[in-house]
C-alpha cells in the first residue's frame, strides 16, 4: 500500500507528512485485485476457530459504487467482485475506507462518526471482520480468545498474575512482568499528603464541568446528570501537569520504552474516571476494550496508560480488570463468557498505588458492587511514542469521535439506532 500524504476528515486530528508512504491513499482496485491476494497467500491462518463459524460475506462498498466482497474460506477468506455474494454491504468513503485498512479509524470510530452505512446485513459482522482483517491487513498476531495459553516465568513455572511490585523492586524485573503480562500494579508510589493534593484538584475540576463542554463525560444515577469522566485535568491544575515530569512516573514510563512521553496536551490529557454507583447510559462503566478501540493502534501503540488510585479500588467500590497476555495480540472483544475462559486479573489497590497497562491489553472497568460506594476515582496520565506527537496535535485525538452524536454527550455504541 503506497501513495502519499493526504489531508483527512478525521474529528480534530490530522495525517502530516510524516509518514507519507505509510499513510498515504490506497488504490482500492489495486488493493483488491493484486496486493490483499497476495497478502493472503503469505498470511495463512486468518480466523479463530469460533470466527470461522461466525463470519459471514462483508462487502465494502464506496460511494462511488465500486465494492468488493470478502468471502469466508476455511480460516482466510477470497475476493470477489461487486457485493452480490455478500450478506453484509457497508457502504462509505475511498477517505473512510483507507482510514479503516490503516487502523487511523476501527469501524467503531466510523460509525461514532456516520462515516459508513450498513446497506444490508448488520454492523455486528464488521465488527467481527475487523480483528481478523487487522491479521490480513497489517500482519498482526491474533490473540486467541477460545485457547487461552498458560502464562510461566523465567523457570516454566506457572506466572503469579497477581504480583505486584514497587518501585524499589529491581527495574528489569517489573519491566519484565510488564511487557509478559500486559500490565503491572506498583504499590505506594505517592504518599498520603499528595493523594489529598490531587484530590482536591480533581474535586475542583468536577465542579467546573458541564455535560455540553466536550471534555467531560456523564451518566444518569437516579434521575440525575453526574460526571463520571474528566479530561485534560491538567490545564486547570498545574500540580497535575507537572506529573508527567515527575522522576516517579518517568521511571514507569521507562518500563514501557525508553522514548515514551507524557501525552498531557493531547489524546484527553491527564483524565480522572469515577466509578459511580447506579450509572444508567452513557460510558460510566466499561465493557471488554483496548484503549486503541477507536483507532490509532499503528501511531500510539505501544501506548502506557498509568492510573494513580485515588481511593482504593475492590469489587465493592469497582475495579479495573485485565486479561493476561491480550496486548501481544488483536481479537475481538470478549463477552463475560469468553472472558471467563482467561485468568482475568483484577487490581485490588490502596489510595497511592498506581496501576499501569499497555493500551492494547483487553481491560473492563465494571461497576461498583455496592451501590452505596462512593465514587471511586483513578487519574490517568498516558505516555505515547513519538510518532504520536507528528500526527496528532495539541487539544486532539482519537476519542473525540466519542463527541460527534447528540448533544455532545458521550453514548454507548449500543444506544445508536
Not at 502506557?304 to 485515588?310: K, T
Request: hydrophobic content about 40%.
Amino acid at each position: 500500500m503506497t501513495g502519499v500524504a493526504r489531508a483527512t476528515d478525521h474529528p480534530r486530528c490530522y495525517i502530516s507528512a510524516v509518514d507519507q508512504e505509510r499513510f498515504g491513499p490506497i488504490d482500492f482496485d489495486g488493493f483488491h485485485q493484486e496486493e490483499l491476494p497476495a497478502l493472503l497467500r503469505k498470511r495463512g491462518a486468518i480466523f479463530s476457530d469460533t470466527d470461522a463459524e461466525v463470519v459471514r460475506p462483508l462487502g465494502f462498498q464506496l460511494s462511488d459504487g465500486r465494492a468488493y466482497t470478502y468471502v469466508p474460506e476455511g480460516k482466510s477468506f477470497i475476493l470477489r467482485p461487486g457485493t452480490g455474494a455478500a450478506q453484509t454491504v457497508v457502504e462509505l468513503s475511498l477517505d473512510s475506507w483507507c482510514d479503516f485498512v490503516w487502523e487511523l479509524k476501527t469501524c467503531f470510530a466510523l460509525l461514532y462518526a456516520d462515516q459508513l452505512t450498513v446497506r444490508a446485513g448488520s454492523f455486528a459482522q464488521m465488527a467481527r471482520w475487523e480483528p481478523p482483517l487487522r491479521v490480513a491487513f497489517s500482519n498482526q498476531a491474533l490473540f486467541d480468545l477460545d485457547h487461552p495459553a498458560r502464562m510461566e516465568d523465567e523457570g516454566g513455572r506457572e506466572l503469579d498474575l497477581t504480583k505486584s511490585y514497587t518501585l524499589n523492586d529491581p527495574a528489569s524485573e517489573t519491566r519484565r512482568f510488564l511487557h509478559q503480562v500486559g500490565f503491572v500494579h506498583l504499590r505506594a508510589v505517592l504518599n498520603a499528603a499528595e493523594i489529598e493534593a490531587l484530590n482536591s484538584d480533581v474535586s475542583e475540576a468536577l465542579g467546573r464541568a458541564r455535560p455540553d463542554d466536550r471534555r467531560s463525560w456523564w451518566t444518569t444515577v437516579d434521575g440525575r446528570e453526574v460526571c463520571n469522566r474528566v479530561n485534560y485535568l491538567n490545564d486547570g491544575s498545574p500540580r497535575i501537569a507537572a506529573l508527567g515530569d515527575d522522576s516517579r512516573f518517568l521511571a514507569i514510563a521507562a518500563l514501557g520504552g525508553a522514548d515514551l512521553r507524557d501525552a498531557h496536551d493531547r489524546l484527553d490529557g491527564n483524565s480522572v474516571v469515577i466509578k459511580v454507583p447506579g450509572s444508567a447510559g452513557g460510558l460510566a462503566d466499561l465493557p471488554w476494550h483496548r484503549d486503541c478501540g477507536m483507532g490509532g493502534h499503528p501511531v500510539k501503540c505501544p501506548l502506557l496508560n498509568v492510573g494513580i488510585q485515588l481511593h482504593a479500588a475492590t469489587a465493592d467500590t469497582g475495579q479495573l480488570q485485565m486479561i493476561p497476555g491480550s496486548h501481544g495480540g488483536t481479537s475481538r472483544l470478549p463477552s463475560a463468557r469468553e472472558a471467563e475462559k482467561h485468568p482475568v486479573v483484577a487490581l485490588t489497590t490502596e489510595p497511592g498505588d498506581v496501576t499501569v497497562h499497555f493500551g492494547h491489553t483487553l481491560h473492563a472497568a465494571p461497576p461498583p458492587h455496592d451501590p452505596n460506594a462512593r465514587g471511586r476515582r483513578a487519574l490517568y496520565l498516558s505516555f505515547v511514542p513519538p510518532l504520536t506527537f507528528e500526527m496528532v496535535g495539541p487539544g486532539q485525538g482519537y476519542n473525540d469521535v466519542l463527541f460527534t452524536r447528540n448533544d455532545g454527550r458521550v453514548q454507548h455504541v449500543d444506544q445508536f439506532g
